[in-house]
């Protein structure tokens, strides 16, 4: 009985070249996919804005720009309330008075229950 060699150099061969052959054909197909898919999604959006061509601002909560100047902003406001007179209500006779100058008063006078 003749022996019989351990390795099919041709089946080898063959299932290799298949192999390869299958990868480029995968790679080809999922390119074009991809190609293709990206075409029709691009299709079904709206053409962008140029840039500064809507003057139209984003919805509320905006980002702050510059953090620092609004707190000295929002502080020099708050201290035109708290430091200077101001009606309140004038037909009542209700005034804003500064915080230093109300508490002088609490302090003479004391609190009214």
Do not use: C
């Amino acid at each position: 009985m003749a022996e019989q060699r351990d390795l099919n150099i041709r089946a080898i061969a063959v299932f290799g070249l298949s192999l390869f052959a299958t990868i480029v054909l995968v790679l080809l197909v999922t390119g074009w996919l991809s190609k293709f898919w990206r075409q029709a999604h691009l299709a079904e959006q709206p053409p962008p804005l140029p840039v500064g061509a809507s003057s139209q601002l984003p919805p509320e909560p905006r980002l702050q720009v510059n953090a620092p100047a609004d707190l000295r902003h929002w502080r020099a406001a708050e201290d035109a309330l708290l430091d200077n007179y101001a009606w309140v209500d004038r037909d009542n006779g209700i005034v804003r008075i500064p915080i230093d100058r109300a508490m002088k008063l609490v302090e003479q006078r004391g609190l009214s229950k």
